[in-house]
């Protein structure tokens, strides 16, 4: 499959499999097999604290951004387990996606969501620059957070919460070291996503279901504001 499955119970190791080989095929227009290019890496790393140690986790989790700064990194911890880490935060620091705490199907089902879309495409080459630009620094790291999950709509409010600093901190942070704003690097990331799976060939109608525009006509928008399409 291509994907980093590592540290998960039984269950869970199968049932994402499972999921991740039903992933849907994408068509282009003329009704022909998309052609993904992919490149060979892995798209998505799944590391499960049910195994690993706070130590262990935070290791591979950096060992893994390091190899590939596109690759979507996803920890699932067990219900009740609380680290001597801060919530979630050191984990979004090394290089961390999405946190999942699997407590009932509802966050079963966001988790397998979450895991099949990452895996559907290799992510914009583009981001490996960008992080290369941004650097290491909390700022740089924000950043390119932004970059790699701009893919969904997210707002600059739940990043900062996500990295344990307010709004207003992350603004300061990103204007003083490289002025820019939080808001402008996300609005970059979410049209280095559509550019890239237009790119590829996919039908403006299949890159707004994966990316969650709510028509066809904002894809194009985003495009052509870009003067890309």
Request: proline fraction near 4%; charge should be positive; include cysteine.
């Amino acid at each position: 499959m291509g994907e980093i499955l590592e540290g998960l119970s039984p269950d869970l190791a199968l049932t994402l499999g499972a999921a991740l080989r039903r992933r849907p095929t994408y068509v282009a227009s003329d009704n022909s097999q998309l052609s993904l290019h992919d490149d060979g890496r892995p798209r998505l790393a799944v590391i499960g604290r049910m195994v690993h140690d706070d130590t262990t986790c935070l290791r591979r989790v950096r060992e893994l951004r390091s190899s590939d700064a596109g690759l979507t990194i996803a920890v699932v911890q067990p219900e009740g387990t609380f680290s001597t880490l801060m919530p979630g935060c050191s984990l979004y620091l090394a290089g961390v996606d999405r946190v999942f705490t699997i407590t009932d199907d509802r966050r079963l089902s966001s988790l397998l969501e979450f895991a099949t879309r990452s895996a559907a495409y290799s992510p914009p080459p583009a981001l490996r620059a960008m992080a290369v630009t941004f650097g290491g620094s909390l700022a740089g790291r924000v950043a390119t957070w932004a970059h790699r999950n701009a893919r969904a709509r997210v707002s600059a409010t739940t990043v900062a919460s996500l990295f344990c600093r307010s709004r207003a901190y992350l603004y300061r942070s990103l204007l003083l070291e490289y002025r820019t704003t939080l808001g402008e690097q996300l609005s970059i990331g979410r049209f280095l996503w559509t550019a890239h799976l237009r790119q590829l060939g996919l039908p403006l109608a299949q890159i707004a279901a994966h990316l969650g525009y709510e028509s066809a006509s904002g894809v194009a928008n985003t495009l052509k504001r870009n003067e890309l399409d």
